[in-house]
């Protein structure tokens, strides 16, 4: 319809951190299927480098604290983005500000595509009476729906060369020389609906450092980073590297692990950007919302049969119960045999675990 008159395609997508990776394979899929396309994403200038192995890709940083802040900075937002060139928009955030934005380039003349995010049906899925819990549209295939609609046809195949990536220096430094099986964790999250309990992470910390050659504790701020650096101390072959790395270093780091042990949060989906299996643990949240890791086993989802669950889209709610059942619930031992079912699917353990 529109594809031959589209030169310049900005995306939108701001926030949050595992929102924005889970564009990553999208532009990807965008840029394979065209070649020649100048492509823009506008989003935080910090979540640049996730997008660092696509080629040609260009970026017009958000800066809500200044330049961009409130209706005078939309303004101001619309201005940058018709600087560059853009002459079609889709908005994969989808609230006020990118709206009004929308709206604002649209009275400019650019075509607009909006994301169609399936609130209504996650409000059913998440209600307290009469739950319809059946599977939604993954967000990476609603990604690709908003651009398609502007004309611009292309596929999402799972399946992608993986590439090889050096182990960097600074944890070839900590760890040494990569022998057996390396195992990542991050058992965080920005919300408590969606973060291990600390006893429980600590004792599933324990079982996968005593069984597997190292175990890498990732993804978190100044709070997490002690307690990371404290089981360093509790448990042998445990290195955080919380605060240690550079985005790419942590990517790089990620793409030499077997598996990676994660929350419903930006870690699932940072992992399965460099095609790295998953075993993600879910409380209040659940996969069928359409945030699970792209290409991920859905049998490697871990979750309690609880009626009150899902309970929240995001895992921004406060249980009504108070003791977050979701989470505590789930066994340490069986993410451990989870980790375990991954590594011999995938052939990195034998049936006797041994590697």
């Known amino acids: 319809m529109h594809k031959k008159s589209i030169n310049h395609l900005l995306l939108i997508r701001i926030s949050s951190l595992g929102d924005v990776v889970m564009t990553v394979p999208v532009v990807a899929a965008l840029r394979r299927a065209y070649p020649s396309l100048r492509i823009s994403i506008l989003t935080r200038p910090g979540y640049r480098r996730f997008f660092r192995e696509i080629a040609d890709i260009e970026f017009v940083c958000y800066d809500p604290e200044m330049r961009h802040k409130g209706l005078g900075g939309c303004f101001r937002l619309a201005g940058d983005i018709r600087s560059v060139g853009a002459d079609a928009v889709a908005d994969l955030q989808d609230n006020l500000m990118t709206g009004t934005l929308c709206a604002i380039l649209r009275a400019k003349g650019l075509r607009i595509s909006t994301i169609d995010s399936g609130r209504a ?73 969606k973060i291990y309990p600390i006893p429980s992470a600590d004792t599933l910390i324990g079982i ?55 929350m419903d949060s930006a870690s699932m989906h940072i992992a399965s950007s460099v095609h790295v299996p998953v075993v993600s643990v879910w409380g209040a949240t659940h996969p069928f919302s359409g945030f699970y890791g792209y290409g991920q086993n859905p049998a490697d989802a871990i979750q309690a049969d609880l ?37 011999e699917r995938t052939g990195k353990i034998s049936r006797t675990g041994e590697y």
């Open 121 to 193: 049906e996650q409000k059913a899925m998440t209600r307290r009476a009469r739950k319809v819990l059946t599977p939604l549209a993954p967000m990476t295939e609603r990604y690709r729906d908003a651009i398609v609609r502007l004309g611009l046809e292309f596929s999402m195949p799972c399946e992608e060369d993986v590439k090889v990536r050096a182990v960097p220096e600074t944890i070839t430094a900590a760890a040494g020389i990569k022998n057996g099986i390396w195992i990542g964790i991050a058992p965080f999250a920005k919300h408590k609906a």
């Open 208 to 262: 996968l450092a005593a069984s597997y050659g190292k175990v890498f504790i990732l993804g978190g701020g100044t709070h997490e980073k002690s307690f990371a650096e404290g089981m360093e101390k509790r448990h042998k072959n445990v290195v955080s590297v919380i605060g240690r790395l550079t985005v790419d270093e942590e990517l790089d780091l990620i793409g030499n692990l077997d598996v990676v042990v994660t």
């Open 307 to 343: 009626p009150c669950r899902p309970c929240s889209v995001h895992g921004n709610k406060p249980c009504i119960f108070g003791n977050y059942r979701c989470l505590s619930s789930i066994e340490p031992q069986t993410i451990a045999d989870a980790v375990a079912r991954v590594l």
